[in-house]
């Protein structure tokens, strides 16, 4: 029974990887990761005010950002794959005769491992550093490490519609997508109409869903049947989302700003989501180039690596500036020069090397939680309208928990009241879950955790 709870090396994931895999897939989700770490650290602007330290963004001070953003906005590229990885998680548990319940229950697993792990020392942290250190200073590092928690809110609400997506792809083709882009416009048609951001509040789901649903067109074969069809969205959502930005009432920056009454990303808005039609676009025109590129055996080392602890990687990357802020800059190691000149300029990769460094001890010592492990699991229930309904019900909970913490703001995210309301909306979410997908303690083990 050991094997059953090892976890494989990555010389083991490497060597079994199938012929058949897509790699490409593999490779966009390891370089749009690298893509939002290194954007972030390299937006962070330390600054030090009588000898405390605070920090801004660079995106609100330097104004070449803006166009700047329209190369390091890779949030697209992870719903597209994770909508091909999902049709492929889903046709492989049909193939095994895995129950839908099971499926969930299976990737839900490997989504909220890692990410329980890291709300449970964000918690920690903001409850202990209430006790020892300066509130403000404890609101501040709270709210900038647990803001990447919007992603796994809208990640796994999108993830669970797989089954409905695969199946509403199977019957409609791509006028899936294209719903969803038409109901992406009348969200934001209302939202610039009354002037109020929440308005539009559905594309914080709508424009993920939708580019998600490209990914399942992906793996489908549907957006390959017309030669022209990747130049058809790389010229046309190019185009719109010039358009938008340039006619519009749409911001330049496809990142958020600081300060900025109107964004293209709170919530997401058509022209986010054109751009991303670009993007999905252009990597399907030249994924016979990238294909090569992954078979590389030093480029799928790395990409396998990093795929292996993807969300430790995305999780964890905000901490780093947290230890290496007061050490470099508190110490006097790091020279301070005036923020955005040439000398702050020449000392960015210093910044990051160092952040570097923080986050490898970090994913070498957290990294392991995320890796299947192989061990047998519970085989699930059949599916019943109350069973989905509380595992819908579950997932939902899960996800405001979620939420409630990152929209918090520095001002409520250490507030008794979000701490709490999050704890118990989570841990809710995941109890009611599990008691969705398991058929009883005596039933026998008969399925394996997958390793895709």
């Given at each position: 029974m050991a094997d059953d709870v090892t976890r494989p090396s990555l010389r083991a994931l490497v060597a079994q990887t199938p012929e058949s895999r897509d790699r490409v897939v593999d490779l966009l989700r390891a370089a749009a990761i690298l893509t939002v770490v290194v954007g972030h650290w390299l937006a962070v602007v330390i600054v030090i005010r009588d000898g405390q330290l605070s920090g801004t963004n660079a995106l609100g001070l330097w104004p070449p950002a803006e166009w700047l953003s329209w190369l390091l906005q890779v949030m697209p590229l992870f719903f597209l794959v994770g909508g091909y990885a999902g049709m492929a998680s889903w046709q492989s548990a049909r193939a095994r005769d895995r129950p839908p319940l099971g499926w969930l229950e299976d990737r839900l697993r490997r989504l909220l491992r890692p990410t329980t792990v890291f709300l449970a020392a964000v918690l920690t942290g903001i409850v202990v550093?209430?006790?020892?250190?300066?509130?403000?200073?404890?609101?501040t590092a709270a709210w900038l490490v647990a803001i990447s928690l919007w992603f796994l809110a809208v990640y796994v609400a999108v993830v669970a519609t797989t089954p409905l997506l695969v199946t509403a792809h199977e019957r409609w083709g791509l006028r899936v997508p294209l719903a969803l882009a038409l109901a992406v416009a009348v969200s934001d048609g209302i939202r610039v109409a009354s002037g109020i951001a929440l308005a539009g509040a559905l594309n914080f789901l709508l424009v993920w869903l939708c580019l998600y649903a490209?990914?399942?067109?992906?793996?489908?074969?549907t957006l390959l049947t017309w030669r022209s069809m990747p130049a058809a969205m790389f010229l046309v959502g190019g185009l719109l989302a010039v358009g938008l930005v340039a006619l519009g009432p749409y911001p330049v920056s496809m990142l958020g700003v600081p300060g900025e009454a109107f964004q293209n990303t709170a919530p997401p808005t058509l022209a986010l989501l054109a751009y991303g039609v670009a993007q999905a676009g252009l990597v399907l025109l030249i994924r016979g180039p990238l294909a090569r590129l992954a078979k590389l055996p030093l480029v799928w080392t790395a990409t396998a690596a990093v795929n292996a602890t993807v969300l430790t990687v995305y999780l964890w990357h905000m901490v780093p500036v947290l230890v290496a802020a007061p050490t470099l800059y508190l110490t006097g190691i790091l020279p301070r020069p005036e923020p955005l000149t040439v000398d702050w300029f020449a000392l960015r990769p210093v910044w990051v090397l160092a952040?570097?460094?923080?986050?490898?001890?970090?994913?070498?010592?957290?990294?392991?939680?995320?890796?299947?492990?192989?061990?047998?699991?519970?085989?699930?229930?059949?599916?019943?309208?109350l069973r989905a309904g509380a595992a819908a019900l579950g997932t939902g909970s899960i996800c405001a928990g979620l939420a409630l913490l990152t929209a918090a703001g520095v001002d409520h995210v250490t507030r008794p009241a979000t701490v709490a309301a999050t704890v118990v909306l989570y841990v809710a979410g995941l109890a009611i879950v599990r008691a969705a997908v398991r058929t009883g303690r005596?039933?026998?083990?008969?399925?394996?955790?997958?390793?895709?």
């Open positions: 550093g209430q006790l020892v250190a300066d509130p403000d200073l404890v609101a490209l990914g399942v067109a992906w793996r489908s074969g952040c570097a460094a923080v986050l490898a001890i970090l994913v070498a010592a957290l990294g392991r939680i995320e890796r299947p492990n192989g061990r047998r699991r519970p085989p699930a229930a059949a599916v019943t309208p005596n039933a026998k083990v008969v399925s394996r955790e997958p390793m895709q």
